[in-house]
């Protein structure tokens, strides 16, 4: 009987230090997490200043057209290169 009290004792003992982690894993996965969460942060943080850019091109583009349209251009009299550069934005309508 008192070895088995003894064996039930050590194998409760066991199981507790198994479900404290008692091996510093809890710490490390905090800092994997912790670090996760920054680049995740930084990432929505990129993220959301390429849309204001996104829409500061689309708002300059539609200008662009708008002016275009505005000095009533003759675009079949323009250079290719001209009519590119307009269309890539490399070039405003002056």
Request: glycine share 6%; net charge negative.
């Amino acid at each position: 009987m008192k070895k088995l009290s003894i064996a039930v004792t050590l194998a409760a003992m066991a199981v507790s230090l198994a479900a404290c982690g008692g091996k510093g894993d809890d710490k490390l996965g905090s800092q994997v997490e912790k670090a996760a969460d920054n680049r995740a942060d930084a990432l929505e943080a990129t993220a959301d200043n390429l849309e204001e850019q996104a829409k500061a091109v689309r708002k300059d583009g539609d200008r662009q057209s708008d002016a275009i349209d505005d000095a009533d251009v003759n675009a079949q009299a323009m250079p290719q290169a001209q009519k590119d550069a307009l269309v890539n934005g490399s070039e405003k309508l002056r």
